[in-house]
């Protein structure tokens, strides 16, 4: 492979007027040097900063990471997380800010499409207690118990607000649906938003009626995720935030006498793991790509083994490595960026024994220019996202830290780089050669982080002896054309895999839709002088992509699955990161140790 000598041996760039900081910054090589403890741990040391840095004074907590291009120290976690339980209690006892209390549409009369009365006792006895607001709401709001529908309002007593949350018919409610999130989770989304307007410390969740001891944990668990906000890198934050991501401080789900409070805390125990997962992902999707750099990644992955360090350890390789792996593919895309790659391995080892061995590689683009082949149509603004595979796979790696399954041993992969443009980079019609020998004529700067992959997943295989792979990517536009933006596209050969997936989605409440490998795609990505193209043409590149990556795998014997998650990863509407991913994957690698 050509034109990728040694960036440190390259004249020195002049110093950048940085506008938007309004100050001269001096350019440093950046450095990341990853020492061992005494634990087996490995803890990241980040010296200077990029070209682009500059200079941001900010205090260092035991939550903070070093950012890549500046100096500045960004928190990988919330400075607390929401305090959630379950207990025994009656609704009408608790004080607080916010009581939900869900509400089954069995409970209400209902004609010509329009509730009428209420027809529960209990929910009878409520609504007396709280002077009639809930005949109120079904009169003035029209409201019909619809799964996931809602209503606050002001009640002044022991709780400040009341609401209403619609729980469908009670013969359609299940923890684990087969498409989506639960109805119970769409309760606690309910909560988390109700909680963010009215600016709630405090809330309670009561559903009328029985419920498994399960739907605490999918309450806490929408709760949590929908009770989020961006605000680490605003200077004014929201008084009640105290800096962190949200106002909520504690949560309890209140269950009525006779429920096991014991199985239901564990519930709310584990969603709680699970929602912190889906935040780190978030975290570091959102950070803009001057902050999420692969420097800043490696050093995600050096403090989540650092919080696990009795059962995770973390090797990150350097440039010089990857030329040893002979990563063709993997280099040329890196080699235009001045940020110096990482390729990062997180090993996750369970103190007993180890039924099976697994890999979750994440795509780890921290900005994606597209190369020669910019990205002139749009959407270049919001390629700090590309890295979303790599923040899925390090959320669930998070997850995996503070749950510890066993059985199962987990590799964690990212190939993390930029796509930028330089004289010395990869240009349109180059032949490269992956780790495994196979040759690629690149058709298309901008398709690069099948590159990336490509070699992530021989390395999977070859170095780490993955007995199955799931590898996770903002890969394609044409999956979003396809899907939309609240499911991702799920590739395999393998129905067992795929059924597996489907069942850790029924879990998280993330949806996964499968697409086909249709095989004939293939002819496509032929090419006259190497072995494959990049690219497959203007039709089906959701599939072609796809099909490129199983030339990777030894997929006749080893399963593996493909997850485009490019409409997933991010709401277009809120203009925020999903966390999409993080739960499902956490979801698959646990149930293999089982």
């Known amino acids: 492979m050509r034109r990728t000598g040694c960036w440190t041996c390259r004249p020195l760039p002049r110093p950048v007027h940085s506008l938007h900081r309004h100050t001269i910054v001096a350019w440093k090589q950046p450095s990341l040097s990853l020492r061992s403890s005494s634990t087996g741990c490995v803890r990241p040391y980040?010296?200077?900063?990029?070209?682009?840095?500059?200079?941001?004074?900010?205090?260092?907590?035991?939550?903070?990471?070093?950012?890549?291009?500046?100096?500045?120290?960004v928190p990988l976690y919330p400075d607390r997380h929401i305090q959630a339980c379950a207990a025994i209690q009656d609704p009408l006892t608790w004080?607080?800010?916010?009581?939900?209390?869900?509400?089954?549409?069995?409970?209400?009369?209902?004609?010509?499409?329009?509730?009428?009365?209420?027809?529960?006792?209990?929910?009878?006895?409520?609504?007396?207690?709280?002077?009639?607001?809930?005949?109120?709401?079904?009169?003035?709001?029209?409201?019909t118990a619809k799964a996931g529908s809602s209503h606050t309002a002001r009640v002044g007593g022991s709780a400040r607000f009341v609401s209403i949350v619609g729980l469908g018919k009670k013969d359609n409610a299940s923890v684990e649906p087969e498409w989506?999130?639960?109805?119970?989770?769409?309760?606690?989304?309910?909560?988390?938003?109700?909680?963010?307007?009215?600016?709630?410390?405090?809330?309670?969740?009561?559903?009328?009626g029985s419920a498994p001891e399960q739907?605490?944990?999918?309450?806490?668990?929408g709760a949590m995720l929908s009770a989020y906000e961006a605000v680490r890198f605003k200077k004014a934050q929201p008084k009640l935030t105290g800096g962190s991501w949200t106002s909520l401080e504690k949560l309890q789900v209140l269950l009525p006498e006779g429920a096991d409070v014991g199985r239901?805390?564990?519930?709310?125990?584990?969603?709680?793991?699970?929602?912190?997962?889906?935040?780190?992902?978030?975290?570091?999707?959102?950070?803009?790509?001057?902050?999420?750099?692969?420097?800043?990644?490696?050093?995600?992955?050096?403090?989540?083994?650092?919080?696990?360090?009795d059962v995770m350890t973390l090797e990150v390789l350097e440039k010089e490595d990857c030329e040893k792996l002979k990563m063709g593919c993997y280099l040329a895309v890196a080699a235009c960026s001045e940020e110096p790659l990482k390729f990062i391995h997180l090993t996750y080892k369970p103190k007993g024994p180890v039924k099976k061995?697994?890999?979750?590689?994440?795509?780890?683009?921290?900005?994606?220019?597209?190369?020669?082949?910019?990205?002139?149509?749009?959407?270049?603004?919001?390629?700090?996202?590309?890295?979303?595979?790599?923040?899925?796979?390090?959320?669930?790696?998070?997850?995996?830290?503070?749950?510890?399954?066993?059985?199962?041993?987990?590799?964690?992969?990212?190939?993390?780089?930029?796509?930028?443009?330089?004289?010395?980079?990869?240009?349109?019609?180059?032949?490269?050669?992956?780790?495994?020998?196979?040759?690629?004529?690149?058709?298309?700067?901008d398709a690069e982080g099948r590159l990336t992959l490509a070699d992530a997943l021989v390395y999977a295989e070859k170095k780490c002896g993955a007995e199955a792979i799931v590898d996770v990517a903002t890969l394609t536009g044409a999956c979003m054309v396809a899907l939309g933006t609240s499911m991702c596209g799920m590739f395999s050969p393998n129905q067992q895999l795929v059924s597996q997936l489907k069942q850790a989605g029924s879990k998280s409440g993330e949806k996964l839709w499968q697409l086909p490998l249709e095989d004939d795609y293939w002819e496509n990505c032929?090419?006259?002088?190497?072995?494959?193209?990049?690219?497959?043409?203007?039709?089906?590149?959701?599939?072609?992509?796809?099909?490129?990556?199983?030339?990777?795998?030894?997929?006749?014997?080893i399963p593996w699955a493909h997850l485009d998650i490019a409409g997933a990863a991010w709401d277009h509407k809120a203009h925020i990161a999903t966390g999409f991913g993080a739960q499902t994957l956490a979801e698959w690698a646990i149930s293999q140790g089982q």
């Open 526 to 557: 032929k090419s006259p002088i190497a072995d494959m193209t990049n690219i497959g043409g203007r039709f089906g590149g959701a599939i072609t992509a796809a099909l490129f990556l199983k030339e990777y795998v030894d997929f006749e014997k």
């Open 46 to 73: 980040v010296t200077g900063c990029s070209v682009r840095s500059a200079v941001a004074a900010s205090s260092t907590t035991d939550m903070s990471i070093p950012s890549g291009k500046t100096e500045q120290q």
């Open 357 to 445: 061995k697994i890999a979750l590689i994440g795509k780890g683009l921290t900005f994606d220019s597209g190369g020669y082949n910019l990205k002139v149509g749009g959407m270049i603004e919001l390629m700090k996202f590309d890295m979303g595979g790599a923040g899925a796979v390090f959320g669930a790696a998070q997850i995996i830290a503070d749950l510890k399954p066993e059985g199962v041993e987990i590799h964690f992969i990212s190939a993390s780089c930029e796509n930028m443009i330089d004289g010395k980079g990869m240009l349109p019609g180059d032949v490269v050669t992956a780790s495994n020998g196979k040759t690629v004529q690149v058709l298309n700067t």
């Open 215 to 221: 739907a605490a944990g999918r309450i806490t668990q």
């Open 264 to 309: 239901a805390q564990q519930s709310v125990e584990r969603s709680c793991a699970m929602a912190k997962g889906a935040i780190v992902t978030r975290y570091l999707v959102e950070a803009p790509p001057n902050i999420c750099t692969p420097t800043h990644l490696a050093n995600a992955a050096a403090k989540i083994a650092e919080g696990a360090s």
């Open 180 to 208: 989506g999130p639960s109805t119970y989770q769409k309760m606690g989304t309910a909560i988390g938003v109700a909680a963010k307007a009215h600016k709630a410390k405090t809330a309670a969740a009561f559903i009328v």
């Open 95 to 143: 004080k607080g800010d916010l009581l939900a209390l869900g509400i089954h549409s069995d409970a209400l009369t209902v004609k010509e499409g329009e509730a009428t009365s209420i027809n529960d006792s209990a929910l009878q006895k409520l609504d007396k207690a709280l002077d009639g607001v809930i005949t109120e709401f079904i009169i003035a709001a029209e409201f």
